[in-house]
DNA sequence: ATTAGCACTCAATCACTTCGAGTGCTAACA
DNA sequence: TGTTAGCACTCGAAGTGATTGAGTGCTAAT
């Protein structure tokens, strides 16, 4: 493999990402290469198509870059580590003021990742391990009803209305809850589901409220461990010829909509700073003709999110990327002031 | 305005909105006024044209029912109260045994509504009045750092996590959490917020805790009024012909991205059962060959909540009015168990 | 090794025709 | 007077070549 025909395949892929049109020897020879004629960019070409780099959609039209290209394309592009999050202003730009709401932080996030990339955008909450409840409280909401809050480590689990017996007051709803707090400290919600049920069975009374704790503790388990899921810029992908069909269209469509599988399509696990996946690399057919780019930030206790972004494979890689790794800088700033603001802020403004 | 043209205009709506093709003479004196020659179908639609019930594409193309026929149709439709909902055992099907989360039933419910109807749906939390507070808890997470919980009568306020100073134990925490409930209990988020200041003067200690809270209570008064929206079947719309222009299938979803407007088009207030908006009726040039159909349904308490279908103008009205007029009872019910369990299923269960 | 030149391919475009669904009008009819 | 049959007319959709031009592969010359 020649570095002269890098350079060639190289010049083919950045013009087929700008402009989406199968490019020919002549555009080559005319805009990237102009010390070679056409017609040797055509022998290079063809050496290139028969190593694989290179699809032809028909004998008269020019080539377009394969899925092998983009890798070598994007792993020669990590590989120069010249990824620079030099968007960071702008970044910045997109945060207003003090967002300290997680849903809002990872809503804005997406949107601030669509509008700068142009392309799709999931931004997932942090979660890595699988939560360990830290606390569960029965909030008086009127004399008949609480709201039980279950805390873990990862957030918290929804609210949820239990009717509470004649007689409870809100003073013994606390100790309940300090009780049912000591009991299930440190489980994860499977564990805690097993429990309960032998707790039931130790009280006498309060009965009822406890099967209630159960119940929602069983749907925290089911649920599936993603929280909140931010997406920006669908309506992006419509806007790229390679969705004019709408068969396409539709599946993307669908597939967005259906969140669980769409986490489950970004969520990256171990320590790799960045995740490049190409047309058929990602494994789900409906987006085999997409290519998905994912990076993670991280919270001040090590908790891991992820941010991607979802384009057609001829992507602008380059600049993706370098905008993943600003937003990432972003948020495990941003989750870092919040999570431990006791160190810092509580820090300073003490006393 | 004959009886037999109003037939006529009926057989045409009829036929349009099943096939999207203009509909012309022959095919309704074929399949619906087989008694009538298709020349004098001929003369009935050109005087419907003159008054403004149909439009022609183009002179040798058949006859398209305009907004006004629409709205006449609809019209019809309501006033002969024809509205069953009478797929109530198809709805309840779609609700897993017991949900109990707001958040989900909505999300539910949102794609059931999608999918029985096959257009885009949205769900909208109820929340007629300003909500009030009723409790506020401070929990114990780590040594150094408490969640804030706020519960209003709609509902909670989301999760944020405040720092704790040294030497604040789980059991001031909720001492402190008694005060405040105490102090603000009744209050809306924006009373709120001018009382808390107060609040902190008149405490020695703490005040960092206040402030945080203070925060958390500017930013909930900030948010804006709408809970959780859940939407469902966006990729439906593409599916549908009218939609095959990508300009106006990327105008329909930017609209759909951008939750607030959405959610404000949806909400309807009044105590209307139903509104249909046809075409440039909805108000929103991005749908203006879109019609919107909203219904409301109520909870125990008076809180109103809104449940839309958006589609093209062709829309099949009777199905979906009816479905609507379902899921309306559906989610009035599900919400009066949850939100008064105490009355129902507590004396039921009680012993 | 590079390049100029040439024959060849094939999608895209355009002009042209044909086809047929549909209309409006008129005249005949019950 | 309302209904119908018939006919001329319109116009989009679909089909058919012919033309164009971007692009290739191959060969022979540099």
């Given at each position: 493999m020649d570095e002269r025909k890098l350079r060639i395949l190289r010049a083919i892929i950045d013009d087929y990402i700008l402009t989406a049109v199968p490019v020919g020897s002549r555009t080559i020879s005319r805009k990237?290469?102009?010390?070679?004629s056409s017609a040797t960019i055509r022998n290079e070409m063809s050496d290139l198509e028969e190593l694989g780099y290179l699809d032809q959609p028909h004998v008269s039209a020019g080539r377009i870059p394969s899925a092998k290209a983009y890798r070598l394309y994007v792993d020669q592009l990590l590989a120069s580590?010249?990824?620079?999050?030099?968007?960071e202003e702008s970044i910045r730009h997109y945060?207003?003021?003090?967002?300290?709401q997680m849903e809002r932080v990872i809503d804005e996030a997406a949107k601030a990742l669509s509008s700068l990339t142009g392309y799709t955008a999931v931004v997932l909450e942090p979660g890595g391990h699988e939560p360990r409840i830290r606390n569960i409280q029965l909030v008086s909401v009127s004399s008949r009803s609480a709201l039980v809050v279950i805390v873990t480590d990862a957030g918290l689990i929804r609210d949820h209305v239990v009717s509470v017996p004649r007689g409870v007051d809100p003073d013994t709803l606390y100790m309940i809850s300090q009780a049912l707090t000591e009991a299930l400290?440190?489980?994860t919600p499977s564990e805690a589901c097993d429990r309960i049920p032998i707790l039931t069975a130790r009280m006498e009374q309060n009965t009822d409220l406890l099967r209630s704790v159960g119940g929602l503790m069983t749907e925290a388990r089911d649920?599936?461990?993603?929280?909140h899921i931010g997406i920006g810029?669908?309506?992006?992908?419509?806007?790229?010829?390679?969705?004019?069909d709408m068969e396409k269209a539709r599946n993307f469509l669908s597939l967005v909509e259906t969140r669980d599988r769409l986490a489950q399509i970004i969520r990256q696990r171990g320590d790799v700073a960045f995740t490049v996946r190409i047309g058929p690399e990602t494994g789900v057919p409906e987006i085999s003709d997409c290519s998905v780019v994912t990076a993670t930030y991280t919270t001040s206790n090590g908790r891991q999110g992820t941010i991607g972004v979802i384009g057609p494979?001829?992507?602008?890689y380059s600049r993706v990327l370098s905008v993943l790794a600003g937003m990432g800088q972003q948020l495990s700033q941003l989750f870092d002031q919040q999570e431990?603001?006791?160190?810092t802020k509580g820090g300073g403004a003490r006393e």
């Open positions: 990237y290469e102009t010390s070679l580590g010249a990824i620079r999050s030099d968007t945060f207003s003021s003090h967002l300290r400290m440190g489980c649920k599936g461990s993603h929280g810029g669908v309506s992006n992908m419509l806007s790229y010829p390679e969705y004019s494979t001829r992507m602008q431990d603001s006791n160190s």
